[in-house]
């Protein structure tokens, strides 16, 4: 009897819970990643808001400088308590090719949202989370299953 040859299954996502690179498990990085992702949001809100109402900046100038302190912010806490991670040069870059991405994504979103909702008293924070939820959601998976397992 010969055996049928196989072909190479397709690379499939990990089912099991193993740690983003670091001893900390699943839940407490959610829980913390959203912990600093709330900080974070603040400190890009707030000064999103400032920047655009207070000081007339343009609005993808305001949220392009709001963006990048909140993930400067972000990116420092969750390397080092939500990941526990080293500093590490190459996942350095991996992190500011991200957050180029998330960054195109964001401001992108955030413009769209706030120009295709009525004008109301409502429209800057709803735009802003909704762009602020994607980039996030996008963060964490790419975070924890690449960024964080670089050695």
Same mark, same amino acid.
């Given at each position: 009897m010969t055996a049928?040859?196989? @072909? !190479? +299954? &397709?690379?499939?996502?990990?089912?099991?819970?193993?740690? =983003?690179? $670091?001893?900390?498990?699943?839940?407490?990085q959610i829980i913390r990643f959203g912990l600093t992702g709330g900080l974070s949001a603040i400190v890009d809100f707030g000064l999103y808001t400032l920047?655009?109402?207070?000081?007339? @900046? !343009? +609005? &993808?100038v305001a949220k392009s400088i709001?963006?990048?302190? =909140?993930? $400067?912010?972000a990116y420092l806490i969750n390397r080092r308590w939500t990941f526990k991670a080293e500093p590490n040069r190459n996942r350095f870059i991996a992190v500011i090719l991200l957050y180029a991405v998330t960054f195109a994504l964001?401001?992108?979103?955030?413009?769209?949202?706030?120009?295709?909702?009525?004008d109301q008293w409502w429209r800057i924070a709803l735009a802003f989370c909704i762009a602020q939820g994607t980039a996030t959601v996008i963060n964490f998976i790419v975070q924890r299953m690449v960024i964080f397992k670089i050695n």
């Amino acid at each position: 009897m010969t055996a049928e040859p196989h @072909l !190479p +299954l &397709p690379p499939e996502l990990p089912l099991i819970d193993e740690p =983003g690179g $670091t001893d900390v498990d699943l839940k407490t990085q959610i829980i913390r990643f959203g912990l600093t992702g709330g900080l974070s949001a603040i400190v890009d809100f707030g000064l999103y808001t400032l920047l655009f109402k207070v000081f007339g @900046l !343009p +609005l &993808p100038v305001a949220k392009s400088i709001s963006f990048i302190a =909140g993930t $400067t912010t972000a990116y420092l806490i969750n390397r080092r308590w939500t990941f526990k991670a080293e500093p590490n040069r190459n996942r350095f870059i991996a992190v500011i090719l991200l957050y180029a991405v998330t960054f195109a994504l964001q401001v992108g979103i955030n413009q769209l949202c706030y120009y295709a909702l009525p004008d109301q008293w409502w429209r800057i924070a709803l735009a802003f989370c909704i762009a602020q939820g994607t980039a996030t959601v996008i963060n964490f998976i790419v975070q924890r299953m690449v960024i964080f397992k670089i050695n």
